[in-house]
């Protein structure tokens, strides 16, 4: 009992974008079994299941964590990480709505949950951003996933009937993705990328890629073949960047490796249904291919390291 204390205590925020690729990339294999038969969507169904799990136990040790001590989600957000972190976990709780439509399970209180934890998100970061110190006020890729998250609502907000509602958070998610994206190639210009925040850079992949999907879900199809094929660039220009991100070995930072390529999986499955041929095939199975031993592999490690305190001291979490 008293481990189980002490884990809830330092539960970081870095464990939520981990949660969100692993129940993506749990999504793709659902939805990629509908494009191609020789998939088997029992595969899809069991990780679902098991990243649904996963989330579901890392939101309850944190929200034990706020129990404990509700100024905590303050302190946490001295970081991008973590504040990323608070993001990712409103971003899991809209694509847990998405997760359940396949298995016919439509539960429109799991979206809204998500969609409010998003716009609270959104708020605290701001919040702490006013409060950080002139020096410390820069953009960083990590932004994307607090202003540019609602951006996943239209995957289940559409099928459960939340149209206007859609429209409005995807609008809103590419404004943000215009000022962030500027405000961030400015920042690069200026200053290189530490190699800590080097696997950060993957959050590129995902914000275009779920614009693709985003729009593609609402059928604007001229936009989604835009965002597909900027999102299929940026892939193959950072398949060659692999090894200078992963330099240094594993950080909590490597979270920010999953829910891209599963975004990545994801828009390749959609581009199947919508008639782009045998690049988006090659596409699903390559993000199959690499996505899953990748994912899997850092939601372990993940794991491991949160069990021995160490994703909290190296992310740098506030204990409640």
């Not at 330092?10 to 749990?26: D, R």
């Not at 973590?82 to 709780?93: D, E, K, L, S």
């Not at 891209?260 to 699903?284: R, Y």
């Amino acid at each position: 009992m008293e481990n189980k204390i002490s884990l809830g205590r330092q539960t970081p925020p870095a464990i939520f974008p981990v949660c969100l690729g692993f129940m993506s990339l749990a999504l793709g294999w659902r939805t990629a079994a509908d494009v191609i038969p020789v998939i088997s969507p029992d595969i899809g169904n069991l990780m679902l299941a098991a990243s649904t799990g996963y989330f579901i136990w890392f939101l309850a040790f944190y929200l034990r964590k706020l129990s404990l001590r509700p100024m905590v989600l303050f302190e946490d957000m001295r970081t991008p990480p973590a504040r990323a972190g608070i993001a990712a976990m409103a971003m899991a709780m809209m694509m847990l709505a998405a997760a359940l439509l396949p298995l016919h399970i439509y539960v429109p209180q799991v979206w809204w949950t998500g969609v409010i934890m998003q716009i609270a998100a959104s708020a605290i970061v701001l919040y702490a951003i006013a409060k950080d110190p002139q020096e410390s006020r820069y953009f960083t890729t990590f932004q994307y996933l607090t202003f540019v998250g609602p951006v996943v609502g239209p995957i289940a907000g559409v099928p459960l009937g939340y149209i206007w509602q859609s429209y409005a958070l995807i609008y809103g998610a590419l404004i943000a993705y215009v000022i962030v994206t500027v405000g961030i190639l400015t920042t690069l210009w200026h200053n290189p990328v530490p190699p800590s925040f080097r696997p950060a850079m993957m959050i590129f992949l995902a914000t275009v890629s779920i614009l693709a999907i985003g729009f593609g879900v609402l059928g604007i199809d001229w936009v989604f073949t835009l965002f597909y094929w900027a999102a299929s660039g940026i892939a193959f220009f950072l398949l060659f960047k692999i090894r200078w991100m992963m330099r240094g070995g594993y950080t909590p930072v490597w979270g920010a490796f999953t829910f891209p390529v599963a975004a990545f999986l994801n828009m390749q499955v959609m581009a199947v249904s919508k008639g782009h041929g045998i690049w988006a095939i090659t596409g699903v199975y390559a993000g199959l291919a690499l996505g899953t031993p990748l994912i899997l592999w850092i939601a372990y490690r993940s794991s491991m390291a949160w069990v021995t305190g160490e994703l909290s001291q190296k992310s740098g979490a506030a204990i409640a």
